[in-house]
C-alpha cells in the first residue's frame, strides 16, 4: 500500500500524559499536514511542512503541540501534557507540488481519547 | 470565524435519487474547491474539485456546480447508491500559500435501498 500511513491508530491515555504520533506521507510528495477532526466536525488544520521546513502553524497549535519532520520523510507530532479537549482524529495529509490542484491525499487518522 | 458554511447537516436520499450538498464560502482569495467523502473510522478520501474558472464539472454520477458572484458552491450526486452513504465534507484553500484546506462542517448523507 502506498498511500499516507498513520500509528498507531487508536491512543487512550490519561490526562497529563505526553503522547506522540507518526505519519508516513507518501514517498514522493514534499508536503506534510497535520489536521485535527473533532466528532461531528471537519478536519482543522494544525501545521505545514514542505520538505524539513515546518512553514506555517495554526492558531490551534498551542505550545503543547510540537510537530517535526526530520529528513523531509515521515513526520510525528507530540503533545505534551494532555487535556480531555486534546481527544480528537488527528488526521495527516501529504500532496506534491506537480499534483494537479495541490490534491491532498489523507492518512487513516489517530484517534485519541484522554481519560 | 467559520470561512465555509455547508449545509445540510444531514440528508437521506433514496437509491437513485439525486443529493445535493451546498457550500459557501467568504474568504474571495479561495481558488480551489474539493469535496471529500469520509466513512466512519477512515481519513477523507479526495472525491472531486473544481477551481473557480469553471462553473460546472462533471466526474461519473458526481457534479460540481460553482457560482463565483455567489461565492457558493453545491455537490451533485446523481443515481445515490446506498454505497455513497458517508459523510461529505466541502472544503477551500488558496494557491501560494501553504494550501491548507478550511473544510465545512460536514453533510452525512444516508441513501435508503
Known sequence: DTGVSQDPRHKITK??????????????????YWYR??????????TYFQNEAQLE???LLSDRFSAERPKG??????IQRTEQGDSAMYLCASSSPGLFLNEQFFGPGTRLTVL | QQQVKQSPQSLIVQKGGISI?????ENTAFDYFPWYQQFPGKGPALLIAIRPDVSEKKEG???ISFNKSAKQFSLHIMDSQPGDSATYFCAASISGSAR??????GTQLTVLP
Do not use: M, W
Open chain 1, 37 to 46: 477532526q473533532t466528532l461531528g466536525q471537519g478536519p482543522e488544520f494544525l
Open chain 2, 21 to 25: 450538498i451546498n457550500c459557501a464560502y
Open chain 2, 100 to 105: 491548507q484546506l478550511t473544510f465545512g462542517s
Open chain 1, 15 to 32: 490526562r497529563g500524559q505526553n503522547v506522540t504520533f507518526r505519519c508516513d506521507p507518501i514517498s514522493e510528495h514534499n508536503r506534510l
Open chain 1, 57 to 59: 502553524k495554526s492558531r
Open chain 1, 73 to 78: 520523510s515521515f513526520s510525528t507530532l507530540e
Open chain 2, 61 to 63: 454520477r458526481f457534479t
